[in-house]
Every structure is written in C-alpha cells, then in structure tokens.
C-alpha cells in the first residue's frame, strides 16, 4: 500500500540562473526556512528531488506538541507553537492546525510520577498542563477502558495536517517570489573564494551566496559528498489512518501501546507507541561510537535486524560528481514497506477499549524513515565549525521524529542564522560541530516522545 499523498504542488516553470539561497528539500525544514527567508524578501530557490513532503514530512503523526520535549529544544518548541497559531492567517491558506490537547496516560505508579518531571519542565512558559488521576484522565474520553494510572493533560498541544501543511507553505513561497523545483536533485555545491557561489542540480546550475541542507534521512549521504560529517542514522516508523469514525474523539491520546489523533477528514492517525524493529546498515557500525551513550539509555527498547536496507545502503554511491547521476536521482521517494503487525495491534487494542472504534476501519497503512542524531535534538546550524565546512553553507536536519511539530520554529531560526538576523533561540544546542569540538554527546535531557 503506497504512503500518503501530500496535496500537489505545481513546479515553477523555469530554473532561474541565480537566487540568494538555494534549499535543499521540500520537507517541512526547508520548506519553512525557504517561506521565512521569501517574507524577507530574499530570492529564493527550493530543489526537491522527489515530491514536496513526499517522505517523512507527510507521514508523521501530525502532533504539534509542547509536551515530553528535550529540554534543550523546549524554547524553540515555544517559538514554533506561536508560528503554527498564526500560519493559516499568514499564508491564506489551511494547515489543519488546531490546539486540541493531548493526554499522556501512564501505565504505572512509577510512570505516573516521571511526568511530575515533564510538568515542571513547562512551568517556566506558563502552559496550564496538570496531573489528572485515573478518573479525570478516563472522563477525557468518555467510553474509554484501560489500565492507567493517571495522565499528564496539556491542553496547548495540537495537531495539524502533515499531506496539506507543508505543500500549502510551498505555494506561499512560490506566491512570494520564490520557485519551487521538484524532480530536481542538487548534485554538488560550488565554491568560489572559500565560500559558496552555487549549486548544480540535475537540471542545470544556479548561483546563489548561500545553500541550506534541509534533506532529512539523505543529509548525511549529501554532506558527505562534501566531505563534512553528520553523524546520522534512520529508523522506521508505521502509521495507519482509518475511515471517518463517529463520535470519535477530538483530543489526541497516548497509552502505552498506541498513540491517536483526530484528523480533519473525521479518521483517525493511529500509530504503535512502541519502537519499531531497527533494521542494520553499515553507517550503524561506522557510528557505533558516537551513538554509544544514547544506546546505553535504550537499548532495552531497541530490536536489531538485518534487511534489504542493509544492502540497498552497500549499492549506494558515498561519491560523485556534478557530471554525474546522483543517489537522489536514482531513489526519488522513500516508500517502505509498513510492519503491519505492530499497527495492526496498536488498533486492536483501541477497538476493545473504546466502543467508537469497535467497528473502526483501516484506509491506509505507510511507513517512513525518521533521521536521528546521537542526542535525539536536530542540528539547525552553518558549517564553519566543523572539517569540511563551507561559509554560507547550513544544515537543518536530524529531528529524530520531532520535526513536524518543531519544523515552524526551525524555518525561522534557520532563516535568522542564514540572514545574520538575531536568532530566535540561542542556536547553541543546536550547532553541528558539537559533534566534534569535544563537548561531548549528551543523550535527551527530559522526556521526550514522538
């Protein structure tokens, strides 16, 4: 069963010969960055090798969460939130934003009480989310029947519409000046004096003072050609949506085996709570070291396995030229296959516990690759810092399944740092060479969850 249909983008007619900044990506990173830079009033031009939010972008779950976030990215959560409020009036258009509320249920004594951690963590914002007991957490869904403890409430969470967000910010972008380009992979970036002067793309050159890497799960492979360094692997997550179910209802849940939400078609994007199997890579044994302490933490809840991904990755090219056809030329669109059982169980579970499910049916099944870096934070950053790197060269990438939501606030502080303009965040956490200026990996700091 084929992944989900983001709502269709028409490509600008003509390549143009120079543009103050090139992205690299039509997911929500670049996307964003490329409407933020297009408002002030730079050129720009956006190169997609597939389909705008043809990969993860559209495939998420769609929450658009304060909550269960690292601490380090909490402040650019904030920002996004404020972004994501005001989106449908800035570009005229529906993103499926709504702040619905989501609840967190525990399993445990002992879990109930780690939210008590993620509480204090959004108290500093003044975002009214409490501790319900088991009754008040249930009474959110009337009808509802599991085994919890309790719940950590924030009514500020929400959701929005991953197959209409991200194409409805593209259109923006093109209605500001900019061009978007799908079926167009960037090859290579030039230089010229130490610095960036352009881009060849499989469609012919453009010229432009800065280059933004926004390409989620191919960063890596793309940055490497440059020869920097991105410690970056991929995992898989499963996602079914069902049929328009009546009475359903209108605030997001989590428990232990699933997680829910309401989409604005009346189904319902279901998805298993649980991580799903890792499949091996040879990268998975060249970053061995650098995700060791990440590892430690858990690898209780990792399950290892050796697939087609493994080979797919050996046949792959780790060089080429701007002469050349490159791997994104070759593999437009990423389109794994689901694991079934596990999203099918996720469902099962709901449909024994919630009577408007018991008949609930499935319209779809996907499944899409999720970056990940060793501190599960994104780096949002330019390259100067580290070997390799290029002035005027940026990276926004590796949100280890937290970039939908995060994706708004990650445009503008990528934008600011592009532009020189103060940065909306300290951009600190979030710089590329804390991989390698000794500072160390530090796994997630708070509780964190897709």
Known sequence: MP?????????????PAHADVVIIGGGIAGVATALELADRGLKVALCEKGHIAGEQSSRNWGWVRLTHRDRRELPLMVEAQRLWQAMDARIGADTGYVRCGVTYTTATAQAFEAERSALEDLQP????????NREEALAQFPGLSLDITGALHNPYDGRAEPQKAVPAMARAVQARGGSVHQDCAVRVVETAAGRVSGVVTEKGRIACSAVLVAGGVWSRLFLGNLGIA??????????LRTDPVPDGPEGTLKFRDFTMRRRADGGYTIASAL???YQLTPDSFR???AFLPTLRNEWRNVSLGLGPAFFEALRTPRRWSATEVSPFERAR???????????????????EAYEPFRTATVAQKWAGYIDVLPDIIPVISGTEGVRG????LYVSTGFSGHGFGLGTGAGRLAADLITGAAPIVDPAPFRLHRFSDGSGIRPTEGVIQR
């Not at 914002?125 to 319900?132: H, N, T, V």
Request: net charge positive.
């Open 3 to 15: 992944g989900p249909k983001p709502d269709p983008v028409v490509n600008t007619p003509e390549l």
């Open 125 to 132: 914002y003044q975002i009214p989310a409490r501790l319900l």
């Open 230 to 239: 991105l410690p970056q692997l991929r995992t898989k997550g499963n996602v």
């Open 275 to 277: 991580p799903s199997r």
């Open 287 to 289: 970053l061995l070291k």
């Open 333 to 351: 669109v990423l389109d794994p296959v689901p694991d079934e059982t596990q999203i099918d169980r996720a469902l099962e579970v709901i449909r």
């Open 389 to 392: 790197g290029i002035p005027g």
